[in-house]
């Protein structure tokens, strides 16, 4: 029960507030302690099997470090009283959470369209993607951010709350802690090619299992949302696949499939223009209110998401 608790509270808590700036946020620390140890730790030069150890163990020291001070935390605060324990986990929780934080940065980039303003959207849409910004236009801007909360809508909130429902705020925190690793230093360019990997496999394997259950969700949730939930199955079912990761399409594709746009394909990154497949069909022009659409998806499929969860978590434990 105390798990379940914390899991509804701090589910709450994102989604009322989300993460309050004046606040240290524990995955800014994470990223911090990620630099200084690639700063330590990568050298070009090196061999690719070194590139490779040395990738790994950034990994092991990163996970090392944040698991054992998240189960002191808890430990510490747990001789203190039961409900300092139960706001401690509850406050771990939403921090392992991005909806509210994502819908804002979403929304940002909406207005900014709404507006006309091309050059704010470019710099409020490069929050929140890994690509270069600067060539886009304002329907793949747009599109832009509607693939970012469809990536995100795992990774950032399902995911989380996966691992959150099955070991509370110290699996949920480990989570976070590869996912940021694989954002930070996952790329499969020039610098990271074989210091990332290790980050990149381990953020592979942990959202198997979400991107897939994310997929289900969302479906779900465009049904409820009277979108088109038919189209959303029938594009998932055909490019799912469509991605050099094995995770990202499975909530991009529900969304295209949703709105009944055509995500993904060519994009720039540091400078040079990659090659990627095109998921769902063209045909509709991407516009501002599909973000919003798209964030409507993310919330309604957190919401049954945790519904299911929960229940899971009180009939298997």
């Known amino acids: 029960m105390p798990v379940i608790k914390a899991l509804v509270i701090g589910f709450v808590l994102d989604f009322l507030i989300g993460d309050p700036t004046f606040l240290p946020h524990p995955v800014r620390l994470v990223g911090k302690w ?15 099997r070194w590139q490779r150890r040395k ?28 409900v300092v324990l139960l706001m401690t986990r509850s406050i771990l929780t939403a921090y392992c959470l991005a909806a509210r934080d994502l819908e804002r940065a979403a929304s940002k980039v909406r207005r900014a369209l709404e507006r006309r303003n091309l050059q704010e959207a470019r710099e409020s849409v490069s929050m929140i993607v890994g690509r270069d910004t600067d060539r886009l236009n304002e329907e793949e801007v747009c599109k832009a951010a509607v693939e970012s909360v469809a990536e995100s809508s795992c990774d950032g909130v399902i995911a989380p709350l996966f691992y959150l429902a099955i070991g509370g705020p110290l699996l949920g925190m480990l989570y976070k802690c590869a996912n940021t690793m694989d954002s930070m230093i996952g790329y499969r360019n020039d610098r990271y090619r074989y210091f990332g990997e290790a980050a990149a496999r381990l953020d592979d394997v942990l959202n198997f299992i979400p991107a897939r259950l994310s997929a289900s969700l969302m479906i779900a949730a465009s049904f409820l949302l009277r ?20 995770n990202s399409a499975h909530t991009e594709s529900v969304v295209a499939g949703a709105l009944r746009l055509q995500l993904a394909g060519d994009a720039w990154y540091f400078g040079k223009k990659v090659r990627k497949p095109t998921i769902g069909d063209a045909g509709k022009e991407a516009e501002p209110e599909d973000i919003k659409k798209a964030c409507r998806i993310m919330y309604v499929a957190a919401g049954l998401g945790l519904v299911l969860l929960v229940g899971l978590r009180v009939l298997l434990f």
């Open 34 to 48: 990620i630099s200084f140890l690639e700063g330590r730790l990568l050298n070009l030069e090196d061999s690719p």
């Open 55 to 82: 990738g790994a163990l950034l990994v092991f020291l990163v996970l090392l470090l944040f698991g054992l001070g998240t189960e002191a935390l808890l430990r510490f605060v747990s001789s203190r009283s039961p």
């Open 227 to 246: 979108l088109d939930a038919r189209n959303a199955f029938r594009i998932y079912r055909r490019d799912h696949d469509k991605h050099a990761s094995p």
